[in-house]
């Protein structure tokens, strides 16, 4: 089953890149598995997804109800039902793959999605916020494990 | 008593980028702006950096439009290093540029602002996505535009070495030139975008401006303001995308100052307002007299309307064709139509699309002479670009060795700043009346900001999760009185 594994996320704002370097710490254990990462999303990432049977997603989330560095898992249907595109400049991952299949491109039939809670999105760095940075090494290996990856 | 109506429409979990409505004491809009979050610490971020990693950072400010950063930051890097690039390295940008502006163009038309046109203003919030788009013009036009965009991108990929940030630019030129084999094959994309262009503009024909109710909505007076307009121009005083002076034009379409980027503190100042981390620029030699429309306000506006407006034509002739085509149904030049930004934006694309054919069926874009070395010592620059969304300038300040001491961006959103605030509170005027709130609101205000596709957050991207368009009604204690959600 070929895997991607790819990390959403903005390194240089803080918090916002934990996806990114969740992915990048993945790729450091785990060779043979294709990372990709993305400062964008919808549109802007479905190109990278092509091809693939399977979808490893990882990116940020503030809930504001859990501690940072806490790791959350969506389905892919939870996602649904945000059709309505109220960012202007992007559509949902929901509509992007709609429109791709449409297309009749071949997309990952299993996707999994990992978001990572986070507390700083707004300040300029490339370092995440200390409880974030800390949860990076676990966050990675416990993705690993769940997902069989190192094989 | 002031009100505060909230609308957060804008993204993401914990909401980026809101719409405030101020109410006065009979429930009436007072005022209205576009809130954006502020980020914090950019000019520290970039302090001390190598000056050239300027053009690697500053397109991760945006996900939107790296491109237009990375290029500009080239153009800025080339000015602090005082170094010309060389003709097929202007060549190999204007390229990438294009096909950029192309594809970001296209999307925009097509998939962000097309649903309130294609779909339709009235139609329901489910229908007005992209698969409404879809589903109106038919599954094989949305193949094309997904095709066109793709082919468009490999050109940016190819040339730029990554899709979404470009790494290409460097000071004096470029990092890799362009072999024949891939001119040919770029030179058949660009072909077929001039085909994809025609259709574009022809779907915005028959869907839009055939539709009476869309029409009215373009030229009817609710989302008009006479400002001046900013737009870069070749030495013609055409529409240039890349490169040239920074001309402007009164409300009355006369030219009011055409500049270089380096003097651009000379013409542009920031207003700032104790409520919003956004600033408002405006022209200096004009003043700011607050949010309102005329010649005796500084309120400029930039983006592909604008960007016509400040300029007597455009280089290529079918966008020639379109672009009078464009000023004889709306009445003339300058139009202070909003709307119109959407056909403004359809006609650049057919402007970049003939440019494309035109770079590339000349064979010395293939030169080697992709970059003269600087031999400068690095100092100072400003750099200009006229991003999607408007003119974009970087501008910063180096020690001898290179190092970043100072930065200052305008991007291109807050340029048109006190504009949107103005067209959203135009918008809202009509359809709040002592406190009671239509039900049209949402969508009438969403279609105002829309018009100026802004670049809001401009950076993070956290997961796209639930994205409702909120309405709160506070009271001056900040209490919500009413709240009208859409998810």
């Given amino acids: 089953m070929k895997?991607?594994?790819?990390?959403?996320?903005?390194?240089?704002?803080t918090d916002d890149g934990v996806g990114i370097k969740v992915a990048q710490k993945i790729k450091e254990k785990c060779k043979n598995i294709d990372i990709s990462e993305a400062s964008a999303a919808g549109f802007r990432v479905i190109d990278e997804i092509i091809g693939y049977d399977k979808l490893i997603l990882i990116d940020s989330i503030k809930t504001g109800k859990a501690e940072p560095g806490k790791l959350h898992k969506f389905t892919f249907e939870e996602f649904k039902k945000?059709?309505?595109?109220?960012?202007?400049?992007?559509?949902?991952?929901?509509?992007?793959?709609?429109?791709?299949?449409?297309?009749g491109d071949k997309l990952p039939?299993?996707?999994e999605i990992y978001a990572v809670e986070v507390s700083d999105t707004s300040t300029l760095s490339e370092t995440c916020t200390m409880k974030v940075e800390a949860a990076i090494p676990k966050i990675s290996q416990k993705i690993i494990d769940e997902q069989s990856l190192f094989k | 008593m002031t009100k505060k109506i909230t609308i957060d429409p804008i993204t993401r979990l914990e909401g980026h980028g809101k719409i405030e409505i101020f109410l006065d004491d009979e429930g009436n809009v007072k005022n209205a702006y576009l809130q954006v979050p502020e980020l914090r610490g950019f000019e520290q971020f970039c302090v001390g950096r190598p000056v050239e990693e300027l053009a690697r950072i500053t397109p991760r400010i945006?996900?939107?439009?790296?491109?237009?950063?990375?290029?500009?930051?080239?153009?800025?890097?080339?000015?602090?290093?005082?170094?010309?690039?060389?003709?097929?390295?202007?060549?190999?940008?204007?390229?990438?540029?294009?096909?950029?502006?192309?594809?970001?163009?296209?999307?925009?038309?097509?998939?962000?602002?097309?649903?309130?046109?294609?779909?339709?203003?009235?139609?329901?919030?489910?229908e007005r996505n992209i698969l409404g788009v879809i589903g109106k013009v038919g599954l094989e036009i949305g193949k094309q535009v997904i095709n066109s965009r793709r082919k468009l991108r490999e050109i940016v990929t190819t040339l730029g070495g990554k899709i979404i940030h470009p790494v290409c630019g460097l000071p004096g030129g470029v990092s890799r030139g362009i072999t024949e084999e891939e001119r040919q094959e770029f030179l058949k994309t660009a072909k077929e975008t001039v085909e994809f262009s025609k259709f574009a503009l022809k779907v915005f024909n028959d869907?839009?401006?055939?539709?009476?109710?869309?029409?009215?909505?373009?030229?009817?007076?609710?989302?008009?303001?006479?400002?001046?307009?900013?737009?870069?121009?070749?030495?013609?005083?055409?529409?240039?995308?890349?490169?040239?002076?920074?001309?402007?034009?009164?409300?009355?379409?006369?030219?009011?100052?055409?500049?270089?980027?380096?003097?651009?503190?000379?013409?542009?100042?920031?207003?700032?307002?104790?409520?919003?981390?956004?600033?408002?620029?405006?022209?200096k030699n004009i003043g700011w007299k607050g949010f309102v429309d005329?010649?005796?306000?500084?309120?400029?506006?930039?983006?592909?309307?604008?960007?016509?407006?400040?300029?007597?034509?455009?280089?290529?002739?079918?966008?020639?064709?379109?672009?009078?085509?464009?000023?004889?149904?709306?009445?003339?030049?300058?139009?202070?139509?909003?709307?119109?930004?959407?056909?403004?934006?359809?006609?650049?694309?057919?402007?970049?699309?003939?440019?494309?054919?035109?770079?590339?069926?000349?064979?010395?874009?293939?030169?080697?002479?992709?970059?003269n070395l600087p031999t400068e010592t690095p100092s100072e620059g400003v750099g200009v670009i006229e991003a999607p969304r408007g003119t974009l300038f970087h501008h910063y300040k180096t020690d001898k060795n290179g190092m970043v001491t100072n930065v200052n961006l305008i991007v291109a959103t807050v340029n048109n700043s006190a504009a949107i605030s103005m067209s959203i509170a135009k918008a809202a005027k009509g359809?709040?009346?002592?406190?009671?709130?239509?039900?049209?609101?949402?969508?009438?205000?969403?279609?105002?900001?829309?018009?100026?596709?802004?670049?809001?957050?401009?950076?993070?991207?956290?997961?796209?999760?639930?994205?409702?368009?909120?309405v709160n009604l506070r009271d001056n204690n900040q209490d919500i009185v009413q709240s009208i959600r859409r998810d």
């Avoid at chain 2, 690039?85 to 998939?111: G, Q, V, W």
């Avoid at chain 2, 464009?326 to 003339?332: F, I, K, P, Q």
Wanted: proline content about 6%; glycine content about 6%.
């Fill in chain 1, 3 to 13: 895997t991607l594994v790819l990390g959403l996320g903005n390194t240089i704002l």
């Fill in chain 1, 109 to 111: 039939s299993e996707i």
């Fill in chain 2, 207 to 283: 869907i839009v401006l055939k539709n009476d109710t869309y029409l009215d909505l373009i030229v009817g007076d609710i989302f008009k303001h006479q400002t001046y307009y900013m737009g870069l121009v070749d030495e013609n005083n055409k529409v240039d995308l890349y490169d040239g002076k920074i001309r402007v034009v009164d409300p009355n379409g006369k030219e009011f100052v055409k500049f270089e980027a380096k003097d651009y503190l000379d013409h542009i100042v920031e207003h700032v307002e104790p409520w919003s981390y956004i600033k408002f620029p405006y022209l």
């Fill in chain 1, 82 to 103: 945000t059709r309505h595109h109220a960012q202007p400049h992007d559509i949902s991952l929901f509509e992007a793959f709609e429109i791709i299949k449409q297309h």
């Fill in chain 2, 62 to 126: 945006c996900g939107v439009c790296p491109t237009a950063h990375h290029m500009c930051s080239t153009k800025t890097n080339d000015a602090v290093y005082h170094v010309k690039p060389t003709e097929t390295a202007l060549k190999i940008r204007r390229l990438i540029y294009d096909a950029f502006m192309a594809e970001d163009h296209l999307l925009h038309f097509f998939f962000l602002g097309g649903p309130d046109f294609v779909v339709g203003p009235d139609a329901p919030p489910a």
């Fill in chain 2, 294 to 371: 005329g010649i005796d306000s500084g309120v400029y506006r930039v983006a592909p309307l604008a960007r016509l407006n400040a300029s007597d034509g455009m280089k290529t002739p079918l966008a020639q064709a379109e672009y009078e085509k464009m000023y004889a149904t709306l009445g003339g030049k300058p139009a202070h139509n909003t709307l119109a930004f959407h056909w403004a934006r359809l006609i650049e694309v057919m402007y970049v699309s003939e440019e494309l054919v035109q770079l590339l069926e000349d064979k010395s874009i293939t030169n080697p002479d992709i970059r």
């Fill in chain 2, 431 to 470: 359809l709040i009346n002592k406190g009671k709130v239509d039900d049209g609101l949402l969508n009438m205000v969403e279609m105002a900001f829309r018009s100026y596709d802004p670049c809001l957050a401009c950076a993070t991207h956290s997961l796209p999760g639930k994205m409702p368009l909120i």
